[in-house]
């Protein structure tokens, strides 16, 4: 966290400009207003006290005001960073879902044609670029079948008020009368953007699954459970998936922070009204402050998966938690 | 086992979920059913279309949100009554008289509710605010009426009268015929007087083009600059026609955003349509055109030389392939112009021949007016895209190619941004230009007086600076009566002597563009103005 908040505030040395307008976005300020923000700011102390008055400041929550639409950050921030997280979060679940389950199949066929069928997809789907895919898949399912729409979070037509900016929550929220009908559009509309998000990762998991669970079959628990008698079917979900899921948890966090780059992109393709998206035109219209406020809110989601995702791997791994009492 | 209690509950709830949902789709019908979603090029700059000029605008509020004293019946394009009822001009052209209808409500919003009907009131506020300077909302939104100055709206009407509540009268300081036509354009709406003195009472003036009241069968449910407009129908709409209840502006500037999302059916309408093979392939989409009221020309600038000789003007007007430029640049998907009025309109000369494609006649007139070793040209063309000419560097480039031919070296000017390009233009910097007019009502005078008018010179409005005297006096005839056949009688001299003179080369008419699904019904695009959704329907 420190080194991010260092690296955010050298940014608004290293872009060119005045750094006080980068970091408060100020673009129209006049020269009271800019000595006053200096003021604020302390630049003119030393460079230490200068990091200590921007630290404050973000954590007053203030991260200055966008340069392109001068509309304060961290609102932008809040109204956005919720789209982002839903749709990588379903993307995420996708993954997993379908990832590690056939990683699992691949182990336990271990060496068979199936096996190699599953790795060498697994190796195609990594290697597919993001951008191209989500174009196929437009060109595909919306503009050749027509089956699923193309850009946004939901059709125009359906009034969802923003409460908490995670679209089906609203939803659920709002008193529309359409509301299932709003469900159903809003589901229709994150298929396509989560399944090539989650395309990547998945072989990921897959891969990841398969080396977990080759391992835990070789281990001695395993072959002792083999000696007893027990059927495959007996070993395989008794033992073997519950031990070989903790190894897999214990990557899911890396994997995300993965996993939200290609989301940006998919932003992108997919009219997606998240982060990803408004970052990247962000840097289209050299809107420093907007860059910095987003990259700060993005690392900080993904440190708090990170985070989230070693506590679940605590909670489902006594190993871990013991380890740290020591034995 | 818990694991498998999880299941049967997720289970079960799903089907409970989808049951419900089947219940409500029984009892409300697709919201998708009763609503259209219009993917339009761009935000509106403002609600109120007496303020503004611009298409996009136009497109979005006019026709939705507001209502005209008169309005242009669509099959002819002749004018019919809207809010007034009935309307009576008297022999001299100078009074003219308005009975309006009293069943027209006004909308009721979240920000304004009407306690009374439309009245003489309204229409009287309406105009005041353009006719009058020191009225109090006249200056609200900076004080511009393009539409109205450019057709000197405040020169001609000396003074606007209330009969009664239902009854107004216009006076006029001199008549007019067009005066109708430029009360039926989408300019011309109609406001709410109550929720300006609301407005005033609150200190918000500002509002009243932002959050509009109007008296149309759509009223403004919300609005998010660069994002969407979202319409709803207005119940107590005078012409109760049975609508869709939702009308939605999905605002796509990028052409193949438009595209994909009509292709992908998440709009049910869209402007502007680019790859229109695509779109008559598809069977569940329609590509309808309306040759619009305008025309791309390339105008001489006969002040200067070699230019103010008609002869040479000749030569270059024989030598202009048109044909090839309606196939290049506008891909066939334009007429080709005989004379500066589309064949849509009633001025329209049926007798009017094609012009000549003709090098040795070209070359010929060329050696008369004394130029047979050729000469060089400048011609300027703009670098945006307009309706008229989609592409003016290309087609200069291509009669350039032409008047090679003709030994007439040409050279391209089109360095200027818009605004610039006109100033100078207006400057008569130019030797010739490539420009076009779009018309804003049906009216033939609005082609020939800002065009090619005397008045219209002086103004710099007429880029050719091109004044006759006796061309003139026939469109100021033409003007002063109302007999039709009599009117069409002195266009079709009017257009004899341009065809004669030649002070603009006329190039093509071009066409407007919309596709839709199948399942939209109802006529949406008019051949000038903006895009009205009044009685379209979706099966």
């Not at chain 1, 630290?55 to 809040?78: T, Y």
């Not at chain 2, 020309?297 to 230019?307: A, C, V």
Request: hydrophobic share 45%.
């Amino acid at each position: 966290m420190l080194l991010l908040t260092i690296l955010s505030f050298s940014l608004s040395f290293l872009f060119p400009g005045n750094s006080v307008i980068n970091m408060s976005g100020q673009v129209n300020a006049t020269a009271e207003q800019l000595s006053l923000l200096a003021a604020q700011y302390q630049q003119n102390e030393n460079i230490f006290s200068q990091y200590l008055a921007y630290i404050s400041r973000i954590f007053s929550g203030d991260l200055g005001l966008s340069m392109a639409s001068q509309l304060p950050i961290s609102s932008e921030i809040a109204n956005l960073l919720p789209a982002t997280v839903e749709l990588s979060l379903v993307a995420l679940l996708l993954a997993m879902v379908t990832g590690i389950p056939i990683g699992f199949i691949a182990a336990i066929r271990h060496r068979k044609a199936s096996d190699n069928i599953i790795l060498t997809i697994a190796m195609l789907g990594y290697s597919i670029p993001v951008f191209w895919l989500g174009l196929l898949a437009i060109l595909v399912f919306s503009i050749q079948l027509g089956w699923l729409p193309s850009a946004g979070q939901i059709s125009l037509l359906y009034e969802i008020n923003h409460v908490t900016g995670i679209q089906f929550i609203d939803i659920l929220l709002s008193d529309s009368q359409y509301k299932w009908q709003a469900f159903q559009n809003a589901g229709a509309h994150i298929i396509m953007p989560a399944c090539v998000i989650a395309l990547a990762p998945a072989t990921l998991f897959i891969r990841l699954a398969r080396s977990a669970m080759l391992e835990v079959l070789e281990t001695s628990y395993i072959r002792a459970a083999k000696a007893k008698g027990l059927t495959l079917q007996q070993i395989i979900f008794r033992h073997a998936i519950r031990n070989a899921f903790v190894k897999v948890i214990r990557d899911v966090g890396l994997q995300f922070a993965n996993l939200v780059t290609i989301a940006m992109v998919t932003e992108v393709i997919f009219s997606w009204p998240g982060i990803g998206r408004w970052l990247i035109e962000s840097i289209f219209h050299r809107d420093y402050t907007a860059i910095q406020g987003g990259l700060l809110a993005l690392s900080c989601f993904i440190f708090l998966v990170h985070i989230l995702t070693d506590f679940i791997y605590a909670a489902l791994n006594p190993l871990a938690r013991e380890k740290k009492h020591g034995t | 086992m818990w694991q498998n209690n999880l299941a049967k509950t997720f289970f079960s709830l799903t089907i409970l979920i989808v049951l419900e949902g089947c219940d409500s789709i029984n009892d409300e019908g697709l919201l998708a059913q009763k609503s259209i979603i219009y993917c339009s090029e761009g935000s509106p700059e403002s609600f109120n279309p007496q303020t503004v000029t611009s298409g996009v605008t136009i497109d979005a509020t006019s026709n939705q949100l507001y209502n005209r004293l008169i309005t242009f019946q669509s099959e002819d394009n002749s004018i019919a009554p809207s809010i007034a009822k009935s309307w009576h001009v008297t022999r001299d052209g100078k009074k003219l008289t308005f009975y309006l209808r009293k069943d027209v409500s006004f909308h009721s919003t979240k920000y304004f509710t009407p306690t009374r009907k439309l009245n003489a009131d309204d229409v009287l506020f309406s105009f005041n605010r353009i006719l009058d300077s020191n009225h109090e909302f006249h200056n609200v939104s900076g004080g511009k009426y393009p539409f109205f100055q450019s057709v000197e709206f405040s020169k001609l009407v000396e003074h606007l009268e209330k009969i009664n509540d239902y009854t107004i009268r216009f006076t006029l300081k001199h008549a007019d015929s067009s005066i109708l036509a430029n009360l039926a354009t989408d300019f011309a709406v109609i406001l709410s007087a109550e929720y300006a003195e609301q407005l005033t009472k609150l200190g918000i003036q500002q509002q009243i083009d932002i959050l509009p009241i109007g008296t149309g069968p759509f009223k403004l449910k919300e609005y998010r600059a660069g994002s969407f407009i979202r319409y709803i129908a207005h119940q107590e709409y005078w012409q109760k026609n049975k609508t869709i209840e939702q009308l939605v502006f999905d605002i796509t500037p990028s052409n193949t955003g438009r595209l994909t999302k009509l292709l992908a059916g998440e709009c049910d309408v869209t402007a502007y349509p680019i790859a229109h093979q695509k779109i008559i392939e598809r069977e569940d989409l329609i590509l309808d055109a309306v040759t619009s009221f305008n025309i791309g020309y390339l105008g001489f600038n006969t002040q200067k030389p070699p230019f103010n000789n008609p002869l040479v003007r000749k030569a270059v007007a024989l030598a202009i392939n048109k044909k090839a430029i309606i196939d290049t640049i506008y891909f066939g998907k334009a007429d080709i112009a005989n004379s500066i009025i589309p064949k849509a309109s009633w001025a329209y000369n049926e007798d009017e021949q094609a012009q000549l494609y003709s090098v040795s006649k070209a070359k010929e007139l060329l050696a008369l007016a004394g130029y047979s070793d050729g000469l060089t040209m400048d011609i300027w063309a703009m670098q945006e895209p307009r309706a008229y000419n989609p592409d003016a560097l290309t087609m200069a480039k291509l009669i350039q190619a032409d008047l090679k031919k003709i030994n007439i070296t040409v050279n391209i000017v089109s360095s200027f941004e818009w605004a610039t390009f006109l100033k100078r233009l207006t400057l008569g910097e130019h030797q010739s230009v490539l420009l076009g007019w779009s018309a804003d009502h049906p009216d033939p005078d609005n082609f020939f007086t800002p065009l090619l008018s005397c008045a219209s010179a002086k103004a710099g409005n007429n880029r050719t600076f091109w004044c006759n005297q006796d061309f003139d006096k026939l469109i100021q005839s033409a003007l002063q009566t109302t007999n039709v056949n009599l009117r069409k009688q002195y266009y079709a001299k009017a257009l004899a002597i341009i065809a004669d003179d030649v002070p603009v080369v006329p190039i093509a008419h071009s066409k407007r563009f919309q596709a839709r699904s199948k399942q939209v019904s109802g006529k949406i695009l008019n051949s000038f103005g903006g895009i009205s959704f009044v009685g379209v329907r979706k099966n």
